[in-house]
Every structure is written in structure tokens, then in C-alpha cells.
């Protein structure tokens, strides 16, 4: 996808109403989060979290996710495993 393609569905999104970005996310973010870019993209952001933000996003996210529990669990400790891996290698 074009760059300026994905810059404008940024711009769209930001625009929405509190209420349809969160739908919106509910709908796309499990199929953006199973993909390898999707995690990919995951692994980099959270190379700049310390141990204990990475715990609380863990929470955050199980708490708030809209996925059943073992898949917002399996997503996002892969992520942090890989993250953890290349931080102290």
C-alpha cells in the first residue's frame, strides 16, 4: 500500500469519533495483529518500553482486548518474547 494512501486512513481515523475508532480497532487490529508485519511492527515499538511498561500494557491489553483471552495472550507474548530476546542479546 502506497504511503500516502496510508497516511490518509490515518488522517480519516484520527478524524472519527471516539466511538468509531474504537469499533474500528475492535474490527481491524485482531487481523492487523495476526499477521507477521503486524508483529513486526509490535516487536520495534516496544523496544523502547522498560520491563515494567511492558507488564502494564500486557495487563491493559488483556483487560481491554476483544479477543479471546488465549489470543490477545499468545499475540502479545510472542511479541514481547522477541522484544526481550533482541534487548539483551
Known sequence: MATSKVRSLAEQIRALPDDDRL?????VLPVLLSTR???EAIDR???TLSDEELDALIERARAQADLP???AAAVI????R???AQSRS
Open 77 to 80: 507474548g510472542e511479541a514481547v
Open 45 to 47: 515499538a516496544l523496544t
Open 37 to 39: 508485519a503486524g508483529l
Open 69 to 71: 483471552e488465549t489470543t
Open 82 to 84: 522477541a522484544v526481550r
Open 23 to 27: 469499533a474500528l480497532a475492535q474490527e
